[in-house]
């Protein structure tokens, strides 16, 4: 069984910045990719940033320039460098798994921007 861990979260002036990362363990017989998604207050679950197995990264438009998906070598951790924050970014980020045919969640962090 794979399972997802993420850390990092907080809370954040705007303008601030938070790391967040995201550690897999269990056996990954076939990753497609790994990513982040966000859920706003009553809102449903988006995606913010994906990186495929073959390292293409994927970007929604609003954090362009300033989020950074990364990974480690081994594909055991990845992590969402967030600079620029605002209040908006506010919400639950999830870590994402596409492998072993199904997807796999983490718990969630929560993200808070205050103004």
């Known amino acids: 069984q794979v399972q997802l861990v993420e850390s990092g979260g907080g809370l954040v002036q705007a303008g601030g910045s938070l790391r967040l990362s995201c550690a897999a363990s269990?056996?990954?017989?076939?990753?497609?990719?790994m990513g982040w998604y966000y859920q706003a207050p009553g809102k449903q679950r988006a995606v913010v940033a994906t990186i495929a197995s073959d390292d293409r990264r994927i970007y929604v438009d609003s954090v362009k320039g300033r989020f950074t998906i990364s990974r480690d070598n081994a594909w055991k951790t990845i992590y969402l460098q967030m600079n620029s924050l605002k209040p908006e970014d506010t919400g639950v980020y999830y870590c994402?798994?596409?492998?072993?045919?199904?997807?796999?969640w983490g718990q969630g962090t929560q993200v808070t921007v205050s103004s």
């Open positions: 994402n798994l596409r492998g072993n045919w199904r997807d796999f």
């Open positions: 269990g056996s990954i017989f076939s990753l497609n990719a």
